[in-house]
Nanobody
Framework: QVQLVESGGGLVQPGGSLRLSCAASGSIFSINTMGWYRQAPGKQRELVAA???????VYAGSVKDRFTISRDNTKDTVYLQMNSLKPEDTAVYYCKAMNVRTYGSGSAYDYWGQGTQVTVSS
């Protein structure tokens, strides 16, 4: 079984910064892509950013040039540095590990973290 544990959320003023972390644990052989999604009240969950094992990032247009995703493959950990935060960035942020292969399994699965609240408000 694979678990994802997120940390780093909280309350920040507009223009401020936060750094989210997500560590995957379990009998992991490989993780293809790790990403961050967010869901605001009354809205659908949306992709914020994702990064492949080769460290090629993709970003939602609304966060490009403000957020930076990075990954430490040796620790199966993904980070999201969020700068110049806006009230509209307020949401629960979820980590997702995609196409995860574990030792002893011939299949790949996706896993979600439990979510961490980010609130941008003065």
């Amino acid at each position: 079984q694979v678990q994802l544990v997120e940390s780093g959320g909280g309350l920040v003023q507009p223009g401020g910064s936060l750094r989210l972390s997500c560590a995957a644990s379990g009998s992991i052989f490989s993780i293809n892509t790790m990403g961050w999604y967010r869901q605001a009240p009354g809205k659908q969950r949306e992709l914020v950013a994702a990064i492949t094992s080769g460290k090629s990032p993709v970003y939602a247009g609304s966060v490009k040039d403000r957020f930076t995703i990075s990954r430490d493959n040796t620790k199966d950990t993904v980070y999201l540095q969020m700068n110049s935060l806006k009230p509209e960035d307020t949401a629960v942020y979820y980590c997702k590990a995609m196409n995860v292969r574990t030792y002893g399994s011939g299949s790949a699965y996706d896993y979600w973290g439990q979510g961490t609240q980010v609130t941008v408000s003065s």
